[in-house]
């Protein structure tokens, strides 16, 4: 079982930087695709971006390309228990709920989510 713990969230203004963490429990990332999605009141969760874990492939939705960037901790491959997303150049617009989410690197869902952590970015 993979439990998974984000922190990181807070509010600022436009154009300011957070970084989002998120911490595994129970096991490492070894063999899955870490994830981080946001939702906002009344729509659907979406997909922010995405990391390989071993690192070597990223990908990001069109909205973050060139502000966000996904990373994970510098541990060993088969240590790796952390990914972050550092969140620079913030608008009003990345206002949500921000989750982690982890899937296997060999199948296409997301079946391990954190509880979320909040991002408010004011104007």
């Known amino acids: 079982q993979l439990h998974l713990v984000e922190s990181g969230g807070g509010s600022v203004q436009t154009g300011g930087s957070l970084r989002l963490s998120c911490a595994a429990s129970g096991r490492t990332f070894t063999g899955y695709r870490m994830a981080w999605f946001r939702q906002v009141p009344g729509k659907e969760r979406e997909f922010v971006a995405a990391i390989t874990w071993s690192g070597g492939n990223t990908d990001y939705a069109d909205s973050v390309k060139g502000r966000f960037t996904i990373s994970r901790d510098n541990a060993p491959l088969f240590l790796v228990k952390k990914v972050f997303l550092q969140m620079n150049s913030l608008k009003p617009e990345d206002t949500a709920v921000y989750y982690c989410?982890?899937?296997?690197?060999?199948?296409?869902?997301?079946?391990?989510w954190g509880q979320g952590t909040q991002v408010t970015v004011s104007s």
């Open positions: 989410a982890a899937g296997l690197s060999t199948g296409t869902s997301y079946d391990y």
